[in-house]
């Protein structure tokens, strides 16, 4: 027999610390996801577009010539 129960047991801890490791790695994930879209949606909200005359408030007769 290849490894005695002992030695399954050792790899099975190994796995499941790796699956503890691979679970706190993909909620930092998401949580930075998460933090970047909220960032992201700021950042379009200030960068929207606005009507040239809405945003300096000059006219557009100005504008034209």
Not at 3 to 22: M, N, S, T, V
Not at 35 to 43: F, I, P, T
């Amino acid at each position: 027999m290849a490894g005695g129960p002992a030695d399954i047991r050792k790899r099975i801890e190994k796995q499941r610390q790796k699956i503890f490791e691979l679970t706190d790695e993909l909620e930092q994930a998401k949580e930075m996801f998460e933090k970047l879209q909220e960032e992201l949606k700021e950042q379009q909200k200030k960068n929207s577009w606005k009507p040239l005359t809405k945003a300096t408030g000059v006219s557009r007769k100005c504008l034209i010539s």
